[in-house]
């Protein structure tokens, strides 16, 4: 093999070689990212059962239901549609009715949203960004300030 030929090996292989790392790096993130959803977009089947993502909304009014233990249900809605949410561990100490969440779990079969983790606003001013978001593109959110950040 002349100089010439070993040199153009050795940059294939590695390009071949940063290549698989590149493509290996990729697929190790895709599996690690978690979508953001809300109640519309879920009823609108834009996620099937069985896909880990976030859904964020507000507490609906009047339908969080404690089971046994740590078992809680509620409905996550967005005003213009309605998940229900089943979650089993404590919730955070600030989960009351008509708050904005996010909560992060898979969809079942039946349209339940099966919880792992539930996260809610920490003080009375703000919002999870996605949620104001989602909720100003529908034309519901009524904050003075902007969405995500607290005064």
Do not use: C
């Amino acid at each position: 093999m002349t100089r010439k030929q070993s040199r153009a090996t050795l940059i294939g292989g590695a390009i071949a070689g940063l290549s698989v790392a590149l493509l290996l790096v990729l697929f190790a993130l895709r599996s690690g990212v978690d979508y953001f959803y809300t109640p519309t977009r879920v009823v609108k089947h834009e996620v099937g059962p069985g896909i880990n993502f976030r859904l964020g909304g507000l507490v609906a009014a009047g339908s969080v239901k404690r089971g046994q233990g740590t078992t809680v249900s509620f409905d996550v809605t967005d005003t213009a549609a309605t998940v229900p949410v089943v979650y089993d561990g404590i919730l955070p100490e600030l989960f009351r009715e008509g708050q904005g969440i996010i909560t992060v779990g898979k969809l079942e079969a039946d349209g339940r949203f099966r919880a792992t983790t539930v996260l809610a606003k920490h003080d009375e001013n703000y919002m999870p960004p996605e949620v104001a978001k989602a909720l100003k593109e529908q034309g519901v959110w009524q904050g003075n300030t902007k969405p995500g950040v607290k005064q």
